[in-house]
C-alpha cells in the first residue's frame, strides 16, 4: 500500500462536521498529489455510491468510497475527527474517516490491498492504534503495515512476538479453511461443536455494490465472530479483488449458510437446501453473532432452503433488526419490480392495436378466427388481443413475486394462485396485493413448523405448494376475496367521478409522488396505482387521464435536468453536464432515473424542484383533459394522447418550472461565501475552485 496513502493524504485534525464536507477536505488532499483530476465529478461519484448505502459502521468508522473515472491511480486518505462526524451508523459519528478512490479500470493487485484494508478495519488494535498516533507519517506507515500495532496493553518486548502474529495473519488473510478442520484443538468440543463433536459449519458469501470495502469487511466479521463462538466460517467474497467459489465439498459439509449481501449473490442455487439466513451486506458487518445464532437456529428445527434459479433477486426480508415498514416496502416493490415489463409490453401491444385498427378494435373477432395477411385491422387485432393476454398476468405476477419476495420459491406457487383467483372474483389490483402478502406469510408459517428429516425433500416440492395454495385459496374465495372486490369496485366508481378541481388536486398528488424519489417505491405506487386503472380492454375516461397524468409528470425530471444544463451549464460539473446529454433521450422516453445522478449529487435543490414542476404537470395534464391509454413510451406515444398539443405544454410548462428552480437554487449557493472567501469565476481552474464550492450532498 506505500503508493496508495502517504503522510500528505492524512489529516488527524478534520474539521469537517458534515460527511460531505469530510469527502471534500480529504479528497482536496487527492487532488494535490495528482490522484484526482476532477474534484466535483470525483465528489459526486462519492456521494451517488453514498446514496446507495450510509458507509457508517459501527465502531466509529466512516469509509466513503467509490469507482470513479477521475482517479488516476488507487488512493486513500485518512481523517480523524475529534467530534465525530455522522456515517449513518447504527452507534453514532465516526472520528477515523477513510476516503477510497479506485479508477473505474483499476486492477486486481490494487483492489487486493484496498480488501486488506477493509478487513485490518475490524481489527480493535488497529483501530485503537489510529486513534492513539500523533504524527500523519506515522498514521500512514500503520494503515500501510510498516507498523503493525501491538495488542492493546502489551509490554515494549511484546512488539516483535505482535509483528510474527501480525505477518502470520496477513500470510493467511482469505484463506479458505481446510474442509472438516476443527476451529479448537483438545479432547473436549469447541463451545459450536455438533453432537457429532465436529464443530458447527457455515459457508457464507458476503458482497456490495461497489466490492471495494464492505465485502471484505463483513467477511472478517463474520470470521472473527465464528472464532469467537467456535464456529468454523468459511466465506467467500464476490468483490472487486476477485471472485473464487468455494469447494463445493466445502459447501457440501457445511451446516449453514449465510448471504451478507446488497447485489445478488452469483450462483445462489450451489447453496439450496440448506438452513440459510439472507441479509444486507452491513448485517454482516455488525451483527455476525446474530445471524450465526440465527442459522444455528434454523438447522435445529430443520428448516432448509429451496433451489434458487439464477438471478434470485435482492428483494427479500430484509436484513435482522429491520422494522416491519421497510421488509413490506420491499416484498411490495418485489413484485411491482417484476410485474412492471407485463404493463409495459402489454400496454403498448394494446396502443399499437388501438393506433392502427382503430378505438373499436377490441370488439374485433379472435384472430384465431379471422386474420388477414393484407388487412391492417387485422394486425390491430393482433397486437390488441396479445396485450391483452400480457396484461392477463399482471396481478397474478404481482401477487406472485410479493410471495417470492416474502418467500423465496416456496412463494411463488400460493402466489400466483392466488393472483389468479384476484381476476376471477373481480378483486383486481387490491387483492392481487393481499393474495401475495397472505401467500408469503403461509409459507413462512409453513417453514417454521419442525419436519421430520424424512420429510425435508419433499417439502419445497410437493408440501408446501399443496398446503400454502389451499389456504390462499379458501381464503380468497370465502373469507375476504368479495370485501376486496366490492372495495375495488367502489375505487374504480369514485375515480370514474373525478371532475373539476378533485381531478386537478388529484394530478397535482401524483405529480408530486412521481418526482420524489425518481423510480423509487413512492414513485412507483403512483405508476402502479396509474397502471391497475387502463389494465382493461376498456378502460374509463378517469383512468386513462391518471395514466396521462402520471407519465407527464414522470419526464419532467430529467428533462428539466437536460434543459439546465444546457442553459446554465457552468452551475454543474463536466460530469452532470455529460449526465444532462443523456437525459434528454432519457426524459423523453419516460424513465424518470435519468435524474438520479443530479438527485444524488444535490438533494435539497434538485429533488424539491422536481416535484414542484412535477406537481404543476400532473395538475395541468389533469385540468386539460388529456388521456393515455399506453403505460409507457414517452414523447414516442403521443400519436395514441387525447388532446395531445395541451399534454406537451403541461410537460414544458413543469419542465420550465423546474429548471428555473434549480438554476435560482443553484445561483444562490454559488453567490453564497464559504470560508470567508467568495465563489470564483465558474470557469476558474479547479484550483481556484477549491474553497469556494459547497459540498456535494449525499
Known amino acids: ?65 467509490c469507482r470513479s473515472e477521475h482517479v488516476t491511480e488507487p488512493t486513500l486518505a485518512f481523517g480523524r475527527s475529534a467530534a465525530g462526524i455522522d456515517f449513518g451508523a447504527p452507534d453514532g459519528p465516526a472520528d477515523l474517516i477513510f476516503l477510497i478512490a479506485a479508477p473505474a479500470g483499476a486492477d486486481d493487485a490494487h483492489l487486493t490491498i484496498l480488501s486488506s484494508l477493509a478487513r485490518q478495519l475490524m481489527n480493535a488494535e488497529f483501530t485503537s492504534a489510529l486513534r492513539a498516533v500523533d504524527d500523519a507519517a506515522a498514521a500512514s506507515a500503520l494503515i500501510r503495515g510498516d507498523e503493525p500495532p501491538a495488542p492493546a496493553g502489551a509490554p515494549e518486548n511484546a512488539v516483535a512476538e505482535s509483528n510474527a502474529a501480525a505477518s502470520a495473519d496477513s500470510a493467511t488473510d482469505g484463506a479458505a479453511p481446510v474442509p472438516g478442520a476443527t476451529v479448537e484443538d483438545g479432547p473436549a468440543p469447541a463451545p459450536g461443536a455438533t453432537d457429532g463433536g465436529q464443530p458447527f459449519r457455515i459457508v ?28 468454523e466460517v468459511v466465506v467467500e467474497t464476490q468483490g472487486s479483488a476477485g471472485f473464487t467459489r468455494l469447494d463445493p465439498a466445502v459447501i457440501a459439509a457445511a451446516d449453514g449458510v449465510i448471504f451478507a449481501h446488497d447485489v445478488p449473490v452469483r450462483d445462489k442455487d450451489r447453496f439450496a437446501g440448506k438452513p440459510t439466513v439472507d441479509v444486507g451486506v452491513k448485517a454482516g458487518i455488525n451483527k455476525p453473532t446474530e445471524l450465526i445464532a440465527q442459522v444455528r437456529d434454523k438447522a435445529a428445527r430443520g428448516e432448509v432452503s429451496a433451489g434458487a434459479a439464477p438471478g434470485t433477486p435482492v428483494e427479500r426480508a430484509g436484513e435482522s433488526g429491520e422494522g416491519y415498514g421497510t421488509k413490506l416496502r420491499k416484498w411490495l416493490m418485489s413484485g411491482v419490480s417484476y410485474m412492471v415489463p407485463f404493463v409495459a409490453a402489454g400496454g403498448l401491444l394494446i396502443a399499437l392495436g388501438f393506433a392502427i385498427g382503430g378505438y373499436k378494435i377490441n370488439k374485433a373477432p379472435s384472430v384465431m378466427d379471422h386474420f388477414l395477411w393484407t388487412q391492417m385491422d387485422s394486425w390491430g387485432a393482433l397486437f390488441f388481443q396479445i396485450g391483452v393476454v400480457s396484461f392477463g398476468f399482471l396481478v397474478p405476477v404481482l401477487a406472485g413475486y410479493i410471495a417470492y419476495g416474502m418467500a423465496d420459491r416456496p412463494g411463488l406457487v400460493p402466489g400466483f394462485v392466488g393472483g389468479a383467483i384476484s381476476l376471477t372474483i373481480n378483486a383486481g389490483f387490491l387483492g392481487g396485493l393481499a393474495a401475495g402478502l397472505i401467500a408469503g406469510g403461509v409459507v413462512i408459517g409453513i417453514q417454521k413448523v419442525k419436519i421430520p428429516a424424512a420429510l425435508r425433500g419433499i417439502m419445497p416440492v410437493v408440501v408446501i405448494p399443496l398446503i400454502s395454495a389451499a389456504i390462499v385459496g379458501f381464503l380468497m374465495f370465502v373469507v375476504i376475496g368479495k370485501p376486496i372486490a366490492s372495495a375495488q369496485k367502489g375505487m374504480t366508481d369514485w375515480l370514474n367521478g373525478l371532475t373539476g378541481t378533485n381531478a386537478v388536486l388529484l394530478g397535482m398528488l ?81 424513465i424518470s432515473e435519468g435524474a438520479i445522478p443530479f438527485a444524488a449529487a444535490d438533494p435539497l435543490r434538485v429533488i424539491p424542484s422536481a416535484m414542484v414542476g412535477g406537481a404543476v404537470t400532473g395538475a395541468l395534464s389533469m385540468a386539460f383533459g388529456a388521456t393515455l391509454r399506453a403505460p409507457h413510451g414517452g414523447i414516442f406515444v403521443v400519436p395514441l394522447i387525447g388532446n395531445p398539443f395541451l399534454y406537451l405544454i403541461a410537460i414544458a410548462a413543469g419542465v420550465c418550472v423546474t429548471t428555473a428552480l434549480v438554476v435560482t437554487l443553484k445561483g444562490l449557493r454559488k453567490q453564497a461565501p464559504e470560508g470567508g472567501a467568495t465563489t470564483a469565476a465558474a470557469d476558474a481552474p479547479i484550483s481556484t475552485m477549491v474553497e469556494s464550492k459547497e459540498p456535494v450532498a449525499a
Open 1 to 65: 500500500m506505500s503508493e496508495m496513502i502517504t503522510a500528505d493524504l492524512v489529516d488527524l485534525d478534520l474539521s469537517a462536521d458534515t460527511k460531505e464536507a469530510a469527502a471534500r477536505a480529504l479528497a482536496e488532499r487527492m487532488v494535490a498529489k495528482g490522484r484526482v483530476t476532477d474534484l466535483d465529478g470525483f465528489l459526486a461519484d462519492v456521494a451517488a455510491r453514498e446514496a446507495q448505502m450510509p458507509t457508517g459502521l459501527d465502531g466509529g468508522i466512516g469509509i466513503p468510497h
Open 204 to 231: 457464507a458469501v458476503t458482497s456490495c455494490p461497489t466490492g471495494i470495502a464492505h465485502t471484505y469487511m463483513a467477511a472478517e466479521s463474520l470470521e472473527n465472530a465464528g472464532r469467537e463462538a467456535g464456529v
Open 510 to 590: 401524483l405529480g408530486l409522488m412521481m418526482c420524489f424519489d425518481l423510480g423509487g417505491p413512492v414513485n412507483k405506487v403512483a405508476y402502479t396505482f396509474a397502471t391497475a386503472g387502463i389494465a382493461v380492454a376498456s378502460p374509463s375516461d378517469s383512468a386513462m387521464k391518471i395514466m396521462a397524468a402520471v407519465m407527464a409528470a414522470g419526464m419532467v425530471p430529467p428533462l428539466a435536468m437536460a434543459l439546465a444544463t444546457t442553459v446554465r451549464g457552468k452551475l454543474f460539473t463536466q460530469t452532470e453536464r455529460e449526465n444532462g446529454k443523456a437525459a434528454w433521450v432519457l426524459g423523453a422516453s419516460f
